[in-house]
């Protein structure tokens, strides 16, 4: 590995019964959680949920209602915003535009009269492979390159933390890709302590060595972002970090490796190992990526589980996979995605098909049933709409 140009290490980052109250509603309900240091670890969540909140209360933007913030075992609870080994890198950047690239890295440095500040400040364009662009102003740089200055005056200080406030949202899809990776470089090359704030699942699983997915103001899991993924807890986290198809039914049958939940007459088996409950009334999931989709029922295989025959109601082309909708009859619609490897859909809208899934792709959650038969999911949307647009059609035509 190469050394560090840096030689401050982060410092880990501990949160204990931390509660924010606004007048009206209560923004963090009681949030405890440790962050290690030189780690990478993303907060989750759509808007709403207090992940912003927990930002601004680190950086002391905001007072706790209750509760302590420890940074590298030091309590700041208290203590002002410029007294804590904190920087801040927001969406907008917030650059000087009268001043060049090596002025605003080196702005603050020379506040504080820190020795050599713009040796310091090219040593900080240089990791961001931006020193060649010093002399200019940051009009005359792309969004990029605009972030990536803002993340060297952020990172100049060589705080203990560095907090990263939807950084990326102002960029383009491709841009937005490629500085997921350069991020995570950086992080990985200087070793500070990153709080990513995002509410893009890609983002955070691309980046973070931790995701915490955050909400209505509580952690609803933590863990890698493969094992989240992988074995989502709670409906909220299954469908907000990816999408899935999720039924609820009862458990008929239990073995000592796998329970057995009766979907609308479909028997479905999932490992115990996988499931948060075993009896009762379950929802269980797989993965749209898990599904094989078949034109003709498949023979019954060990260790599969099977749901058809349905109707194909939507194909949605989407360059690397294409995505069905499968409506089945008593359990509303699945969504499958099937990687491209040839020219073309596999399958036509109106086609009838099954769907199939090793058992050990699904899992099973801790959520109380809904009192429906079957949990919603974005595909249950995304039906919706495929519905409204038909009838739109249909009056147009009638029209």
């Known amino acids: 590995m190469a050394p560090r140009l840096f030689a401050e290490s982060g410092a880990d980052l501990e949160l204990v019964g931390i509660q924010k109250r606004f007048p009206g509603f209560t923004a963090i309900e009681e949030l405890s959680l440790t962050i290690p240091a030189g780690s990478f670890f993303a907060l989750l969540g759509p808007s709403g949920c207090g992940k912003t909140t927990t930002l601004r209360l680190v950086a002391g933007l905001e007072e706790a209602t209750a509760g302590r913030i420890l940074i590298g075992g030091r309590d700041v609870t208290t203590t002002k915003p410029f007294q804590r080994p904190v920087n801040t890198v927001f969406q907008s950047y917030a650059l000087f535009p009268h001043m060049s690239i090596i002025d605003n890295v080196s702005f603050g440095l020379r506040r504080r009269r820190i020795p050599d500040a713009f040796g310091k400040a090219h ?44 950084p990326l949202g102002a960029l383009d899809l491709k841009l937005r890709r490629q500085m997921q990776l350069e991020l995570k470089s950086i992080q990985e090359e200087v070793g500070l302590t990153f709080l990513h704030v995002t509410h893009d699942q890609e983002e955070a699983m691309t980046m973070a060595d931790t995701v915490a997915v955050m909400n209505k103001g509580r952690i609803e899991q933590l863990g890698p972002p493969d094992a989240l993924y992988d074995l989502p807890r709670t409906a909220f986290v299954a469908n907000f970090l990816g999408q899935s198809n999720l039924f609820t039914g009862p458990v008929v049958a239990t073995t000592a490796d796998s329970i057995s939940v009766d979907i609308e007459g479909h028997r479905i088996v999932v490992p115990k190992a996988r499931a948060q409950r075993h009896s009762g009334e379950v929802t269980i999931g797989v993965r749209p990526e898990k599904l094989s989709i078949h034109l003709a029922e498949p023979a019954t295989v060990a260790g599969g589980n099977l749901l058809g025959p349905g109707r194909i109601v939507d194909v949605s082309f989407g360059g690397v996979s294409t995505q069905y909708l499968l409506a089945i009859p008593g359990l509303g619609t699945v969504v499958v995605f099937v990687q491209n490897l040839g020219a073309g859909p596999l399958l036509a809208e109106g086609a009838e098909a099954w769907v199939s899934w090793k058992v050990e792709h699904g899992f099973g959650l801790e959520d109380e049933p809904l009192p429906t038969s079957r949990f919603p999911s974005d595909a249950d949307t995304a039906s919706i709409a495929v519905q409204k647009k038909r009838a739109i059609l249909s009056e147009l035509e009638e029209a």
Do not use: F, M, T, W
Request: proline share 5%.
């Open 123 to 166: 040593e900080a364009l240089r990791l961001v492979e931006l020193d060649h662009l010093a002399a200019r102003k940051p009009s005359q740089l792309s969004g990029g390159q605009q972030q990536r200055v803002a993340l060297a005056r952020a990172i100049v200080n060589r705080p203990a933390l560095l907090l990263l406030d939807e």
